[in-house]
């Protein structure tokens, strides 16, 4: 394994993480899906076709299977090392996973939907996060910054490819949801059209994790909507693939003879 995740298919995480974290997120190219999910499309369940995903997912060059996990905006989060065993033989639920264990791999699939990456600054803990506007409202970052078991000030955050502030519509309901919860939450939303609102989910991410009291956040410059050409939009073209944002560690202990 090395030290670097391939630049031809991979966005290096770029925040100031121990040098046994590996993390980042899939571009959209170099796989070999066809049509709208061109081509390194990662998820199973849009319709792409199977044998072609399983390709995918093997050409990313990962030193083992990641803990995929069937998101669904909720608030679960599970312990990637204790479900990696059977992770390929069922459905786990969750919209969060974390391990304590060297070489598991922590993944989520995102479209505009914010990922994010969590690790402590001894390299001796992950996590990855779905963070779509439900789930991120609900408490998921909370969940999560909780599952880890560490103190705040030892974690780090990166922020991965989500749909931009100047691309996310929403809704009256949705603002309501955020600002009920912490009155701060209305920088992240500028007046659009009547009864709209443009939101910008990782300023709104940034709250979170500053409320939690993580002050190490990274990354949030790329906009999934307004780049065709790297990443996929679930809200620009409705059909469409799904990138793997992804993070694990190894073990800094020397290995036995």
């Known amino acids: 394994m090395t030290t670097m995740l391939n630049s031809k298919l991979w966005l290096q995480a770029d925040w100031p993480a121990p040098p046994n974290v590996y993390a980042g997120t899939s571009w959209r190219q170099g796989g070999l899906s066809r049509g709208p999910y061109a081509s390194l499309n990662l998820a199973m369940h849009v319709g792409d076709e199977a044998q072609a995903v399983l390709e995918n997912r093997h050409r990313l060059g990962l030193p083992a299977e990641p803990v995929w996990l069937n998101q669904v905006h909720g608030l679960t989060v599970v312990d990637a090392g204790k479900v990696m065993a059977g992770a390929s033989a069922q459905v786990i639920?969750?919209?969060?996973?974390?391990?304590?264990?060297?070489?598991?791999i922590c993944a989520v699939l995102t479209a505009d939907c914010l990922p994010v990456l969590l690790c402590d600054r001894a390299g001796s803990r992950v996590a990855a996060v779905h963070a779509g506007w439900r789930g991120l409202a609900a408490g998921i970052i909370e969940h999560t910054v909780m599952a880890l078991q560490l103190p705040a000030e030892q974690l780090l955050a990166w922020l991965g490819?989500?749909?931009?502030?100047?691309a996310y519509e929403v809704g009256d309901e949705v603002r309501e949801a955020f600002v009920?919860?912490?009155?701060?939450?209305?920088?992240?939303?500028?007046?659009?059209?009547?009864?709209?609102?443009?939101?910008?989910i990782c300023l709104l991410a940034r709250q979170r994790l500053a409320h939690m009291g993580v002050s190490g956040v990274y990354g949030g410059d790329h906009c999934t909507y307004q780049d065709k050409e790297h990443f996929y939009s679930y809200r620009?073209?409705?059909?469409?693939g799904r990138m793997a944002s992804v993070i694990w560690f190894k073990s800094n202990e020397p290995e036995m003879p």
């Open 93 to 104: 639920e969750a919209d969060a996973s974390y391990t304590d264990v060297s070489g598991v």
């Open 161 to 166: 490819p989500a749909i931009g502030p100047r």
């Open 180 to 200: 009920q919860r912490d009155v701060n939450a209305e920088a992240a939303f500028r007046p659009g059209r009547p009864g709209h609102w443009w939101m910008d």
């Open 236 to 240: 620009r073209d409705g059909v469409t």
